[in-house]
C-alpha cells in the first residue's frame, strides 16, 4: 500500500478507532507490511479462515475465528 494507504479513509477511520480505545502500539518494525490470519486445521483439513488485510488496521472478526477454529477435528493417529 505504501504511501497511498495514508490517503485512504478507512486507515485513518481505524487509527482513530484504535487509539480511542486506548491502543499505542509502536513505531519499530515495518509498517507498510498488511497482515493476516489463517486458521488452518489438522491433517487434509486444509484452511478453515484466511483473513488479509485490505488496508491498515483492518480486523479479523473474533466469531469467525472462534468458528473456524470449533471447525478443527483431531487428526487420527
Do not use: C
Not at 481505524?14 to 491433517?43: H, K
Not at 488496521?57 to 473474533?62: A, E, I, N
Request: charged share 20%; net charge positive; no cysteine.
Amino acid at each position: 500500500m505504501m504511501l497511498s494507504g495514508f490517503f485512504r479513509l478507512g486507515v485513518w477511520q481505524n487509527f482513530f478507532r484504535a487509539w480511542r480505545s486506548g491502543y499505542t502500539g509502536n513505531l519499530e518494525g515495518e509498517g507498510f507490511t498488511l497482515g493476516g490470519v489463517y486458521v488452518i486445521g489438522a491433517g487434509r483439513q486444509g484452511v478453515l479462515l484466511e483473513h488479509r488485510e485490505k488496508e491498515f488496521g483492518d480486523k479479523v472478526s473474533l466469531p469467525s475465528v472462534l468458528e473456524a477454529a470449533e471447525k478443527i477435528k483431531p487428526q487420527a493417529s
